[in-house]
């Protein structure tokens, strides 16, 4: 089954508005990443976390390794925040642990 | 900020062709990926690498070689490619020891098989 799940698979934002995107694992997990996939398909690392929050600018993320959860706030949705974002879970492992990708959320902002 | 330069951004080949991507980081970071993304099945991992000479498998080996020559470059190599193997790839890197650390990704490369 799916050991990373990301929540909603699709999303539209009117701009200016907020969400919440969200991660479940069904992994034990050290460490998430969350990453933005912009429409001209670059990847751009937005978050590393240890169990945890953190900030930066409009958005912020928190993981609950406890709940196996994370998710990623966006405050004041802009044009430029469309595109699919992913979260990674890192496995807790004795050996090189390997990152878990979602499935992606795609999001749309629209004027 | 790192920087993670792949090469070529698109290539076409036909079945049976030899390809070569390449990667190359250029902040001393010890470890380097490889991954495809398809639609349907996210990002999966080709092939790594914690440093020049050494290779690790991934979780969707078959078909694909790497080799890391030095800290600085990657290699993904392709020798007999199949349609199947039509994707866009990424190379990362990170530099945390032990733990995967911060991903950067490159800017992707686009290979179509025909």
């Known amino acids: 089954g799916d050991k990373v799940k990301q929540s909603p698979s699709a999303l539209s934002l009117q701009e200016g508005t907020n969400s919440a995107l969200r991660c479940n694992f069904s992994?034990?997990?050290?460490?998430v990443q969350w990453f933005l996939q912009n429409p001209r398909g670059s990847l751009i690392n937005l978050f590393y976390l240890v169990p945890g929050t953190k900030e930066n600018g409009r958005l912020k993320s928190a993981f609950d390794s406890k709940e196996s959860y994370s998710t990623l706030h966006i405050r004041d949705a802009q044009l430029e925040d469309s595109g699919t974002y992913f979260c990674a879970a890192e496995r807790a492992s004795s050996s090189f642990s390997k990152l878990v990708f979602g499935q992606g959320t795609s999001l749309s902002v629209v004027p | 900020e790192a920087a993670v330069t792949q090469s070529p951004r698109n290539k076409v080949t036909v079945t049976g062709g030899n390809v070569t991507l390449s990667c190359r980081q250029t902040?001393?970071?010890?470890?380097m990926y490889w991954y495809r993304q398809d639609t349907g099945h996210g990002l999966r991992l080709i092939h790594y690498?914690?440093?020049?000479?050494?290779?690790q498998i991934g979780d969707v080996p078959d078909g694909y070689k790497a080799t890391r020559t030095t800290q600085e470059d990657f290699f993904l190599l392709l020798e007999l490619a199949s349609p199947s193997q039509t994707s866009l790839y990424f190379c990362a890197s990170s530099d945390d020891w032990g733990d995967t650390g911060q991903l950067y990704f490159g800017e992707g490369s686009k290979l179509t098989v025909l």
């Open positions: 902040n001393s970071h010890n470890y």
């Open positions: 992994i034990a997990a050290t460490t």
């Open positions: 690498s914690y440093g020049a000479g050494n290779l």
